[in-house]
Structure formats: C-alpha cells, structure tokens
C-alpha cells in the first residue's frame, strides 16, 4: 500500500506511450499519464481549434467593421466639410446674384452683408470684392487689405475661369493660414468679371474635422495634392506643413488602405472632397486597439482558461480513476488466475502424491513384514548371541517405517481433502475449541492470545471437523513462528451482508514476500529444524478446505512485524443449500 | 480361541509369503497367494479360510473382482482389504459387496490380528 502511495506521488507527467519492460508500478504510472495526455489532447484539441477558429471568425468581423467604421467616419467628415461649404457658396452665389459690383464696392452694404454671413457661417474671416485687374475695391475683416492686388493670385485666375471656386490654404497678404471661397460674375454695363471673395480660417476646418472624433480615431486632416497640410493634423503637424500620402484615390471614391502596426491593424481612410483642392485623410485604430475587441478577448481567454482548467482536472481525475479500474480488473484476473493456477497446481500434485504414496506403500509394506518376521525370529533365539542388537536395530527399522508410513497417509489425506460433511458452524465456536487445544502450548511459550471476536455472529455452512483443521493449522503456525513471548490478536466480524472473517495476527519475525509467494504451495516448508520437520502439506490442506468451503483465505506479512491470515466465508442464507453442496 | 485359517492373496508374493509366516509364528494357519485364481484354486481345494487378506490392485483379476468370485464361493468367508493403493471410492465399493474391513499398507501385526480376530469371530 505504501509503495501505491509513493508512487502517486512521484507519478510522471509522462513516462513514454510504451508499458515493455516496465514494473507493473511503472506500467500503470504510464498508463495513467498516457491515459491523461490523450484524453486531454482529445478535449482540449477541439477546444483550441474551436475558440481559434472563433477567435479569427470575431477579428475578421471586427476588422470589417473597424474598416466599414473608418469609410463611415471618413464620408461623415466629408459631408460635414461639403454641406458647411454649399452652404457658404449657396450663399455666396445670392449674394453675387442679388447685388450688382457698385453695390458691393460700397462698405457699408459690403460690412452688413458680411455681418449676415457672418451670423450664419462659422469661420467667416473677411469678405472683400476685386476687380477684374485684381484690385480689391471693397474689403469687411479684420486686416488691412483694402486695395491691394491680388492680378498674380491663382485664386483670383481660377475663380474667374469658375464661376465659383474653393482655393487651397495659403497664407496671402495676411500671413494667416486661411482658404477662400470665390465665385465671379460678370458686371453686365462693363460686360467685365468682377469676384467676391470670402477668407474663412483654418480652425473652422479643424473644428468641423474634430466632429468625426471617436474612440478608434487617431487622426483626421486635409491635405492637398501637394502634399501640402490644409488643416492641423494630431501627429503631422499644423496647416501648410508637409506630409506625404503614398496612395492616393483617382475619383471622389473613399479607399481604405489597411496595414499591420505590430499585432494590430490600422486603417487609412483616403477620398477627395468634391469642388475643392482637398483630400480628406483619416486614421483609425484597427478593431484591436477596440476597447470591444480587448473585452472579448479577455473573455474568450478566461472562459478558455477555465476549460482548459475544468478539463485538465476532470481528465486528471478520470485518468487516475480508468487507471485504477484498469489495474483492478488486472488484479482481479491475475488472482482468479493465481487461484486457477493455484488449485490445478494442488490438484496436480495431489494425484502426483496419491500415486507416489500407493506406489511406496507397497515395498514399505514388505520392508515392515520382513523386520517384523526377523524381529519374531530373533525374539524366540533366547540364546542368540546379537539378539539385543537385532531387536533394537529391528526396532528403528519399524520406527522408520511407521515415520514413512505416517508421509505417505498424509499424502494421500492432501490428495483426498477429506470427505466432508456440511453443517451449520458458529466460526466462534470452532476458534474457541481450537484455542482448547493450543493454549497450553501458548501458555507455557508465554504466548498471549488476545480474543476480539464479535457477539451473534452469523452461522456458516462447513465441515466442523476440517474447520477445526484451519483454525489449528493457522493458530499452530502462529505459535510456532513466534517461539516464544509474543501475542496472537484473534479477531472475528461480520464483514458485510454476505460474508464473515476471521483474522489471525501474530508478533512473530514476518515472512518474506518471496516466501510469502509460495506460502500456500503444497510442500513448501519453512521449518527446517530437525525437532518438528514441516511436510509443506498444512497450508496447502487449508487453502484447499477453505476454498472447498467457497471461502477465501488471504495472508499478509512485514518482516520484522509479524503475519496476518484473514480468513472469510459466506454467510450461510437458507436456500444457499443447493449452491454450498455443488461446491463442496 | 480357535486359530483362523488365512489366505493372503497378493501379487507382492514376498509380501504375503512373509506376512503368512509371521501369523503362523503367532499360531494362525496362514497361506500366501499371488493372484485371484490362485486364490481359487485353493478354495477348490476345500482349504477354506476364515479370513481373506486381500490386495486390491492386482494384475488381471483386481482385488474387487477376486472379491466378488470369493463371496461367490462361500460368502462367509470374511474378507479385508490390504493395500497401498487404497482409496475411499475402492473402500465404498468394497463395503457394498461385502467387505469386512478396509486397512492401508504398511500395518502394525498387532492391529492386524485384531482386525483378523474381530473378522473371524463372525
């Protein structure tokens, strides 16, 4: 029991799928981590593949719509930017329609008209009128440009080939960032182009930029194809810095350029802003850097956690528990084996003896009538000079015999078993009549024979007479492997519904598990000295009546701490009879 | 105490030649034979004896048959199995054709001429 102990706990993780060459110990040690190892590739193998399969499944989806997310954004960001400049060039283009060229000249009506748009158009910076030679004739805003030339400005030649125009950000006269919105008309007295021009400030670009902010969101900006920054950028810098953008879309589409940083995805959102020198760029965080993504993710690792921890304990527990059917099924089948063997053995012998005893009878019988005969002889020679020395011989001559013919009876007693007579039997009983008999022989080896045996014990169905043959048997081995000063415990119970036994310890040296092997093996003897010479015949004639009996005797030994035989028979039930008497 | 006749019957001729020698020693009239048709003849022979000693294991004509063919002959006549290859079934056996008594070689005399005493005096 110990080394099953120990070798739970010095079990390997792993041991190798092959059980040759192994100690039984070692076999099941392997058996029991083989058991585990596949039994937990079997669960947790499908498992990974399931919540991997899961896994890329969700990030696919995820990134889809991390992608979907960014041309959303971008088109929100692109709309904002369109509908505030409509709105600005719907306006502009009553104004220019509803106000002839003198009549804008005049700053008053230029300033009301400004206030107007002003209330209505965030970022309205100044409004001012030039002539077809480039010359603002009127100007409302915070500078002092009145009258300066803008002959050279592309601006100014763009939104005279256009009727209206929105123009790149630049810095101009003001030395400000800012983007105009112009549109011409032609003054039907001079039949000349005039423009009217407003300045809004890049901040208003930001702020309507800063609208598509989101969590996901890194950065979003204009630039022109120049690769000139029209509006402040989070990581690129402010308006009219550099920066270069590597693709570029041809039409108005929006392209969604995606690539990895590291584990996670990033998307570029890229899509020219109708009626404007414009690219709108926005950056997005791929569905990694999600705060849902990383929601999930934790969830599918703890709840895969958890299975693989519920997992690997279940098959832990059901490898040790298979293992350890496996091994008792494998004990069973080798002790019914053992027994199998055991009883064929007895039985084989038991004919072997039969035939040598008859076989040794016979010349036995001649030798002990022809000492006899001498013996009768010699005895009527009164005057027979060696007659003394003749009987005497003559006498250990028949002592001789009697000794042999005392072997050859016993052997023909282990091959015949006894016949036996079935009786209803208290076991109590019989140890204490047996112990009648030994006690003296305890009492003066000094030996104590302590008695536990339990009160209204059920009745068993055995030959009273051979019983008493394995209670004497047993307890007389007792005595003799303790020689002297020592203790018997003699204990009997009821074990469970069916059956009852009795168990005999002694304090003697113990037995060897080598000799312990063949205990039951008929002729195999330990007591060797020449004052009681054993046949080897006792145990072997115990076992062979306890298992007639349908009982089962069992012993188990510690050198150095003593035996223990524990003898168990079926309960005696009526209507067994029938079942008892074909075993017997 | 009238002296029984017996007949050892035993093909261990020196056996039985023995053993004859030795109850005649203790003033039985004693004859050994070494087989049942032996036995037999001396029967014919109106040498009747009291008590058969009788082996059982016997080559041609074994100790139940030969006890039979006595027990035909005169089933006073007291027979007891002497043998070393005895057996409970061969005893039972015996005992159901009219076996007196059933011994296992080798015998202490004194026990043999009390089971022959007993044997004779039916």
């Known amino acids: ?80 930017i369109n509908a505030y400049l409509e709105k600005l060039e719907a306006a502009i283009t009553v104004v220019i329609d509803t106000y002839s060229f003198e009549d804008l000249s005049d700053p008053k009506k230029l300033e009301q008209i400004f206030r107007q748009l002003k209330r209505e158009h965030q970022g309205l910076v100044d409004l001012s009128i030039v002539g077809v030679d480039g010359i603002q004739t009127a100007y409302v805003g915070p500078y002092r440009l009145a009258g300066k030339d803008y002959s ?21 006269f003001r030395n400000v960032p800012h983007f105009v919105v112009a549109a011409s008309k032609k003054d039907p007295s001079s039949d000349r182009y005039w423009v009217i021009r ?57 392209v969604i350029f995606e690539e990895m940083r590291g584990n996670s995805s990033f998307y570029r959102a890229v899509s020219r802003i109708p009626n404007t020198p414009w690219l709108l760029v926005l950056d997005q965080q791929g569905a990694e850097a999600r705060k849902i993504w990383h929601i999930f993710k934790g969830r599918l690792q703890l709840t895969l956690g958890l299975c693989f921890l519920a997992s690997g304990g279940m098959v832990f527990w059901l490898s040790r528990f298979l293992a350890g059917k496996f091994r008792e099924a494998d004990e069973t089948r080798d002790s019914i084996l053992s027994e199998t063997e055991h009883s064929n053995k007895l039985a084989s012998i038991g004919r072997l003896a039969a035939g040598v005893a008859h076989e040794i009878n016979n010349p036995l019988a001649i030798i002990a009538e022809k000492a006899g005969l001498m013996q009768d002889l010699v005895g009527l020679e009164q005057d027979f000079r060696h007659r003394a020395k003749f009987l005497d011989q003559l006498a250990s001559l028949q002592n001789a015999v009697v000794r042999a013919r005392t072997i ?43 008695l536990q045996l339990q009160e209204n014990l059920p009745v068993i169905r055995a030959d009273h007479g051979q019983l008493q043959q394995v209670f004497l048997n047993v307890i007389n081995n007792a005595i003799d492997a303790i020689r002297s000063d020592g203790e018997i415990h003699i204990t009997s119970r009821r074990e469970n519904q069916k059956t009852v036994m009795v168990a005999i310890s002694d304090t003697g040296p113990g037995i060897a598990p080598d000799v ?60 067994s009879e029938e079942e008892s008497n074909d075993r017997a | 105490m009238t002296a029984h006749r017996i007949l050892i019957v035993d093909d261990e001729l020196d056996f039985g030649t023995t053993l004859a020698e030795r109850l005649e020693l203790r003033g039985y009239a004693a004859k050994a034979v070494s087989g049942a048709q032996e036995a ?7 040498w009747r004896p009291d008590v058969v000693l009788l ?49 296992m070689k080798p015998v202490d005399i004194g026990e043999l001429i009390a089971r022959i005493n007993e044997a004779g005096a039916q």
């Open chain 1, 1 to 80: 029991m110990s080394e099953n102990r120990s070798s739970k706990r010095n079990c390997p993780i792993f041991c190798g799928l092959s059980g040759k060459d192994l100690s039984p110990q070692a076999r099941y040690r392997c058996m029991c981590n083989s058991l585990f190892i596949v039994m937990l590739a079997i669960t947790l193998i499908p498992l990974s593949i399931t919540s991997g399969l899961n896994f890329f499944q969700y990030q696919q989806l995820v990134r889809e719509d991390s992608r979907a997310n960014a041309r959303w954004n971008a088109e929100s960001a692109r709309a904002t």
């Open chain 1, 152 to 172: 050279d400005s592309l601006w100014f030649h763009k939104a005279l080939a256009r009727r209206m125009y929105v123009s790149e950000v630049f810095t101009g």
């Open chain 1, 198 to 254: 407003a300045s809004i400030d890049t901040e208003t670009l930001d702020r309507f930029l800063a609208l598509a902010d989101t969590e996901a969101l890194e950065d979003i900006f204009l630039i022109n194809d120049s690769g000139i920054l029209q509006s402040g950028s989070r990581y690129h810098g402010d308006a009219l810095e550099s920066f270069q953008l590597t693709r570029k879309p041809k039409q108005n589409d929006i």
């Open chain 1, 408 to 450: 050859t009876h016993r052997l023909l007693g282990f091959a015949r078993r006894m016949e036996t007579s079935l009786t209803l039997v208290q076991l109590n009983a019989i140890v204490t009549e047996v112990l009648s008999f030994l006690e003296k022989d305890a009492a003066y080896r000094n030996i104590h024979i302590i």
């Open chain 1, 516 to 575: 312990l092997k063949h205990i039951f093996d008929p002729f195999f003897t330990t007591k060797g000295n020449e004052e009681k010479k054993g046949t080897g015949l006792g145990l072997s004639i115990t076992y062979g009546i306890v298992q007639k009996m349908g009982g089962r005797i069992e012993v188990s030994s510690e050198v150095g701490v003593g035996t223990t035989f524990i003898i168990t028979f079926p309960v005696y039930k009526e209507g």
């Open chain 2, 40 to 46: 037999m003849g001396v029967l014919a022979d109106n």
């Open chain 2, 55 to 103: 082996d059982l294991m016997m080559p041609g004509v074994d100790g139940l048959a030969t006890l039979d063919l006595i027990k035909q002959h005169d089933p006073k006549i007291q027979v007891i199995i002497l043998t070393g290859h005895g057996s409970t079934e061969s005893g039972i056996l015996g005992m159901q054709r009219g076996l007196f008594d059933y011994i």
